[in-house]
């Protein structure tokens, strides 16, 4: 009787997808030969792209389908993408750590180097002090005397 009500609903077990039929098993890995590889490899080097005649007559010359030179060719440009992309990062870091280096050279070489008098500081006694004041230098002390900061 419960099953001709309209309310009854069908209980489902588990998840809702584990009723259906199970999925295929995976093919296994294949495996192509040194000279398969090789010759692919050649090939990429020269080509990144096959046009599906070319991709035609490879599979044919390497003994492999179509389909497995088609995936081999997709594989192999996702690596060459990643590692040229690794690359251009090594090489913008390296840059990034030569430019660090030149301008801490340049600071240090700007630290033993007088500062040049600017004309405007010459007339204010204010002025004067704030150019001359080096807060990297470790022997400066600042002092206010009303309001007046001078370097001792």
Not at 125 to 135: E, T, W
Request: net charge positive; proline share 6%.
């Amino acid at each position: 009787t419960a099953a001709l009500s309209p309310f009854a609903a069908t209980r489902r077990i588990g998840h809702p997808y584990q009723n259906r039929t199970p999925p295929k098993r995976k093919k296994p890995r294949t495996s192509f030969s040194r000279v398969q590889i090789c010759e692919l490899e050649k090939r990429f080097h020269r080509q990144k792209y096959l046009a599906s005649a070319e991709r035609a007559t490879l599979a044919k010359a390497l003994k492999m389908t179509d389909a497995q030179v088609k995936t081999w060719f997709q594989n192999r440009r996702t690596k060459w993408r990643r590692q040229t992309a690794e690359e251009r990062e090594a090489e913008r870091q390296q840059a990034n750590r030569l430019m660090l280096h030149l301008q801490q050279e340049a600071f240090q070489k700007s630290l033993s180097q007088p500062l040049p008098q600017d004309p405007l500081c010459m007339h204010n006694s204010s002025l004067y002090a704030l150019q001359n004041l080096q807060p990297w230098a470790e022997d400066n002390k600042v002092t206010s005397v009303s309001g007046v900061a001078s370097v001792v």
